[in-house]
């Protein structure tokens, strides 16, 4: 009922700057909670950024002050802006959406992307 597809990954050198972008398209009333996750091969998966609805925000501690998550709510896309990155933020990156159908229901559901890979060389 739903797809996030991401864009925006690849290689880039220590320093440099990076966008991705995260769509959902489908049967959606609303988003609630929108959210960047990273993981490393044989490790788990880790918050990066998340943006509630009222426009919280909450970063994980490595990536404050580098990372900005904001959202088009126009174009139900959610954007990582990534800046002096790092070789420690080589990642698949994957967006995550709490998503509610339609008025009927208050239930929202949780969707993943399919990740999109971040590789940061020293």
């Known amino acids: 009922q739903v797809q996030l597809v991401e864009s925006g990954g690849g290689s880039v050198q220590a320093g440099g700057s990076m966008r991705l972008s995260c769509a959902a398209s489908g049967t959606i009333f609303s988003i609630n909670v929108q959210g960047w996750y990273r993981q490393v091969l044989g490790k788990q998966r880790d918050l990066v950024a998340r943006l509630t609805t009222g426009g919280s925000t909450q970063y994980a501690d490595s990536v404050k002050g580098r990372f900005t998550i904001s959202r088009d709510n126009a174009k139900n896309t959610v954007y990582l802006h990534m800046n002096s990155l790092k070789p420690e933020d080589t990642a698949v990156y994957f967006c995550?959406?709490?998503?509610?159908?339609?008025?009927?229901?208050?239930?929202?559901?949780?969707?993943w992307g399919q990740g999109t890979q971040v590789t940061v060389s020293s």
């Open positions: 995550n959406a709490e998503i509610r159908h339609t008025s009927d229901t208050d239930n929202y559901f949780n969707y």
